[in-house]
């Protein structure tokens, strides 16, 4: 089993940047790929990236590539979304979520973290 804590969330202007984590309990981290979400208010929850569990395949929604990047430290049991060029149409709450495999569909994911809140104010 794994557990998931996400933290960075935080309030950032237009153009900004932030850097969040998401810090797995367990052993099995390495096994299992993840992917970051996100869910604004009144709007179902969005597959926002993916990475593979060896982390050498990674994967985007359209509204993120180019500014989103998706990384892992499987030492560390640690993955993590670097956010550039933020937007206030990227204000939400972000998860992290484990799957042994590749979705886009939240529902296909196993594991849960809690969300982080990011706003980005215009």
């Known amino acids: 089993q794994v557990q998931l804590v996400e933290s960075g969330g935080g309030l950032v202007q237009t153009g900004g940047s932030l850097r969040l984590s998401c810090a797995a309990s367990g052993r099995t981290f390495s096994r299992y790929s993840m992917g970051w979400f996100r869910q604004a208010p009144g709007k179902e929850r969005e597959f926002v990236a993916h990475?593979?569990?060896?982390?050498?395949?990674?994967y985007y929604a359209d509204s993120v590539k180019g500014r989103f990047t998706i990384s892992r430290d499987n030492v560390k049991n640690t993955v993590y979304l670097q956010m550039n060029s933020l937007k206030p149409e990227d204000t939400a709450v972000y998860y992290c979520?484990?799957?042994?495999?590749?979705?886009?569909?939240?529902?296909?994911?196993?594991?849960w973290g809690q969300g982080t809140q990011v706003t980005v104010s215009s």
């Open positions: 979520a484990g799957h042994q495999g590749y979705s886009r569909d939240y529902n296909a994911y196993d594991y």
């Open positions: 990475i593979t569990s060896g982390g050498g395949w990674t």
